[in-house]
């Protein structure tokens, strides 16, 4: 396996992992955990 080869297999991964992390963010389940979030008090450290 060449570099080239490896950076475009590395590229490609962190390429669906983004679009996996994207799509669970954005999902309509998940508007419950971003009002709890929303609702908890700023981390003052």
Same mark, same amino acid.
């Given at each position: 396996?060449?570099?080239? #080869? =490896?950076?475009?297999?590395?590229?490609?991964? &962190?390429?669906?992992?983004?679009?996996? #992390? =994207?799509?669970?963010?954005?999902?309509?389940? &998940?508007?419950?955990?971003?009002?709890?979030? =929303?609702?908890?008090?700023?981390?003052?450290?």
């Amino acid at each position: 396996m060449d570099l080239n #080869l =490896a950076r475009s297999i590395v590229t490609v991964l &962190a390429f669906v992992l983004f679009i996996v #992390l =994207a799509v669970r963010t954005w999902r309509a389940g &998940a508007r419950g955990e971003h009002v709890a979030a =929303a609702a908890l008090p700023p981390d003052e450290s």
